[in-house]
């Protein structure tokens, strides 16, 4: 009667062919432990010759040594320069990785910033507390807009803050207002009077926003001034005629 083999093993089995089998099942009649030894090494070097891809893998000689052990049954008993496994491995379950079992109570932020309030809300000192409340509502802000395409008043990231720290984050509008709004990076430094605190998260601005607020503007008509007080027109050097 054939003897039934495990999924695993019939693979093995027509990866290396039947004879590569038979010659595993030989080495299990053999009593000389030196001789089982040195004829398991010549399987193993004729399943490497059998199945030469196997040398791209990490770690190749090792796993034919485990494929030879699993032909076997595990029952082979050799002097092996690996510890000799089988396809147990294979046999284990993961790990389950632990999912989160509910979402963010609000979509258009995420966990991140409901991390983010946890830690406002912890915060001892209020001076502390609300600078970092109004930078999380400029967050926020930018966030909803990025998920709805439309513009949410800062009443709204008022209400959504004071849900998401559970009542312990209460900004009040005169507030927001006096900080420059969540629409604006630059209030709540300037208006502080201490300048940008170290480690305070801040929203890259674009370019020309940048330079309208330093007032420079940066456009054509300061390069024109300064084209003209070099004797230049149109940023290039006047063509002088041939002597």
Request: glycine letters at 10%; hydrophobic letters at 30%; proline letters at 5%.
């Amino acid at each position: 009667m054939t003897e039934t083999l495990s999924p695993q093993l019939e693979l093995l089995v027509r990866e290396y062919g039947q004879n590569t089998f038979h010659l595993a099942q030989q080495l299990l009649t053999m009593e000389d432990r030196a001789e089982r030894t040195k004829r398991a090494t010549q399987v193993v070097q004729l399943m490497f010759r059998l199945n030469p891809g196997v040398r791209e893998q990490q770690d190749y000689q090792h796993k034919l040594w485990n494929h030879l052990y699993a032909m076997t049954g595990n029952k082979l008993e050799v002097d092996a320069p690996f510890q000799l496994v089988g396809l147990e491995q294979f046999n284990n379950k993961p790990t389950p990785i632990g999912y989160p079992t509910k979402g963010p109570k609000l979509r258009p932020y995420g966990k991140n910033v409901e991390e983010m309030v946890a830690k406002a809300a912890a915060m001892e000192d209020a001076t502390e507390r609300e600078q970092a409340a109004l930078t999380i509502g400029r967050v926020m802000k930018f966030l909803h807009r990025m998920h709805s395409k439309d513009v949410p008043k800062d009443v709204t990231i008022i209400k959504h803050m004071r849900d998401l720290s559970g009542g312990k984050i209460t900004l009040e509008q005169a507030q927001v207002d006096a900080a420059g709004g969540f629409d604006t990076m630059t209030g709540t430094a300037s208006q502080a009077g201490g300048g940008a605190r170290q480690g305070a998260f801040v929203v890259p601005q674009p370019r020309a926003d940048r330079e309208q607020r330093r007032g420079g503007g940066g456009g054509k008509n300061d390069r024109d001034r300064r084209d003209k007080r070099r004797g230049k027109k149109g940023g290039r050097d006047q063509q002088q005629p041939p002597q």
